[in-house]
């Protein structure tokens, strides 16, 4: 498929080697830094255009890949979806429900088709657990968790000036931009939350605003219990999901925190448990995390079948962040049938 790409970072390149994979072009490119684009357009061959441009392009595209912080969206998310274009969104859709609101007016005034970015729902280890969890073999929810840590953006100093998540006009924290995987992960496993109680720490004295520690619990509307607790401060990696059921357990971990490397699970009528091992390493190989997810765009643009995480779900986590932002803010429990 012929793919025109905004916004050409650091996940573009990811971006564009899943659309060359699977056979098809990055045939133009966009961004507001030139040298960046330049860059993009060596590997990838694309032609690079003048924001003037964009709108005589983008009709030729069969999607447009949007890259761009998620403060400097609504632009082109109206460009995109005023030719009937399909728009493969990065997570976070926007910082604040306003802006979300607005990608929502436009989805529905073009009818748009739009994929928000939760690239590990994805993963196969993942798609597996899901499986086991939707077969009814684990039994309904007990306790169902998400533990994620390592050393993150800014920490220690590392990764902290160029980028825009830590840039003071652009930043929007852990929460907001990385805990919104965490919401879309556990939601797929337990169904909806009916209270959440969120605690966040900043740990950047130059950004006291910037949140880069995030614990919260929540009651599971089907019953059970739910937690996350991730951190971007720690000098060890670790990734630990769980889904503990009323029949059963499954465990998804890695040794860093998005690596997902083995699923193990044990029913009670199981003698032992069972390990599936995996090769999926985020940190090792961005690009392997990041092609499944255009596999399953491409195959519901083709077949008409429906997409996975649709921007009503870039929606909901983006509520979800908000109101643990209030929730710790606050001292106070969410009670979310009444705020979502
Ligand atoms: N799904 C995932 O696993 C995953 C992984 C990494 C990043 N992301 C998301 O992707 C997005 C981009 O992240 P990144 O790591 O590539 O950041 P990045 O800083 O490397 O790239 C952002 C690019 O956008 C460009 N840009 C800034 N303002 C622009 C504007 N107004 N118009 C056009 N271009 C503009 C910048 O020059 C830069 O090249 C973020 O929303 C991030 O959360 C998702």
Same mark, same amino acid.
């Given at each position: 498929m012929n793919v025109l790409m905004i916004g050409t970072g650091d996940i573009a390149y990811s971006h564009g080697r899943a659309v060359v994979k699977l056979g098809g072009k990055v045939f133009a490119c966009y961004d507001v830094n030139e040298a960046g684009m330049k860059r993009y357009q060596a590997e990838f061959g694309s032609e690079m255009l003048r924001y003037e441009q964009l709108e005589d392009y983008i009709p030729s595209a069969d999607y447009v890949v949007l890259c761009t912080?998620?403060?400097?969206?609504l632009d082109y998310v109206e460009m995109v979806l005023k030719h009937h274009i399909p728009l493969y969104m990065e997570k976070p859709i926007a910082t604040n429900l306003e802006d979300a609101r607005k990608i929502k007016e436009m989805e529905q005034k073009y009818d748009g088709t739009i994929i928000v970015? %939760?690239?590990?729902?994805?993963?196969p280890a993942f798609q597996k657990m899901v499986e086991l969890v939707r077969s009814g073999a684990l039994g309904d929810p007990v306790n169902v968790f998400d533990n994620r840590v390592g050393p993150g953006y800014g920490f220690r100093g590392t990764w902290f000036a160029p980028s825009w998540r830590t840039d003071p006009r652009f930043a929007c924290g %852990?929460?907001?931009?990385?805990?919104s995987h965490e919401w879309n992960l556990l939601t797929a496993l337990?169904?909806?939350?009916e209270t959440l109680s969120a605690n966040v720490w900043c740990t950047i004295d130059t950004l006291p605003t910037y949140d880069t520690n995030f614990s919260a619990t929540m009651k599971i509307k089907k019953g059970g219990v739910a937690t996350i607790n991730a951190s971007w401060s720690s000098d060890l990696g670790g990734n630990f999901k769980g889904y503990i059921g009323t029949k059963g357990t499954a465990f998804l971990r890695g040794r860093d925190m998005f690596e997902f490397e083995e699923l193990t699970y044990k029913t009670a009528d199981m003698a032992e448990p069972v390990t599936i091992h995996y090769n999926d390493s985020y940190k090792h190989n961005q690009d392997g995390v990041i092609f499944p997810i255009h596999q399953h765009f491409q195959d519901c643009l083709k077949n008409g079948t429906p997409i996975c995480t649709p921007l009503d779900e870039g929606i909901k986590v983006l509520k979800l962040s908000t109101l643990a932002l209030e929730s710790s803010r606050e001292h106070k429990e969410i009670i979310l049938d009444e705020r979502m």
């Open positions: 912080p998620p403060t400097k969206r970015g %939760f690239a590990h729902r994805y993963r %852990f929460t907001i931009e990385s805990i337990c169904g909806e939350f």
